[in-house]
């Protein structure tokens, strides 16, 4: 909740409603490695992070799915193009590819994203999704360099290239869908945080 006000800060109530906990009884930690009983299903527990620190993700053996939130990124329609969800705090683009390669470990048929849906061809998908993170990192790292720009205008300039790119790619309108489902001021936030501590 704390990493998400920073990002959302009075809208967070608006967004998604009052917050409360659950009683401690009804709660189960996840690690990964586990496995949990649903539904007559057993499903197989990852840790996954790389987008959050916090992330874990699931397979269902059975049906060949993976459930794996935002770890394989945003994807709609029936197109190829998969935007990385990169907000800060704490992206690890190192800890992401090793994630995904669990989760290939797991050899399934289909990736399940919490945007937007069931997609088969795991391999070609994280192919494309870790191309669009370099192509990106490499656009944050020049902006970071240009000693020119305020931090505004280098978030303007990262957000133009990315909506022409989306825009090339999908067209107008699918673009503007893009462009709600994943911040792009967000996604430079996060990878501008990223490279920085790296030291470009």
Do not use: C
Not at 74 to 81: L, T
Not at 117 to 135: C, D, S, V, W
């Amino acid at each position: 909740m704390a990493s998400a006000t920073r990002l959302y800060g009075a809208d967070m109530e608006r967004l998604w409603g009052e917050m409360r906990p659950a009683a401690a009884a009804r709660v189960r930690i996840l690690r990964g490695g586990e496995q949990i009983d649903v539904a007559g299903r057993t499903l197989e527990v990852g840790y996954t992070p790389g987008h959050a620190s916090h992330h874990v993700s699931y397979f269902d053996r059975g049906s060949r799915i993976a459930f794996v939130g935002d770890t394989a990124g945003i994807r709609r329609g029936q197109g190829n193009y998969i935007l990385p969800p990169t907000p800060p705090p704490d992206i690890d683009l190192k800890a992401w590819r090793q994630s995904a390669d669990l989760i290939l470990a797991w050899d399934p048929d289909t990736l399940f994203l919490t945007h937007f849906g069931p997609f088969p061809g795991p391999r070609p998908h994280f192919q494309e999704l870790f191309e669009r993170i370099q192509l990106w990192s490499e656009l944050v790292r020049r902006l970071l360099r240009e000693p020119s720009l305020t931090e505004d205008e280098r978030q303007e300039r990262f957000v133009e290239e990315a909506v022409q790119e989306l825009r090339r790619r999908v067209g107008e309108e699918e673009a503007g869908h893009y462009s709600r489902a994943g911040r792009l001021d967000y996604s430079w936030q996060g990878l501008a945080r990223y490279w920085r501590k790296k030291g470009l």
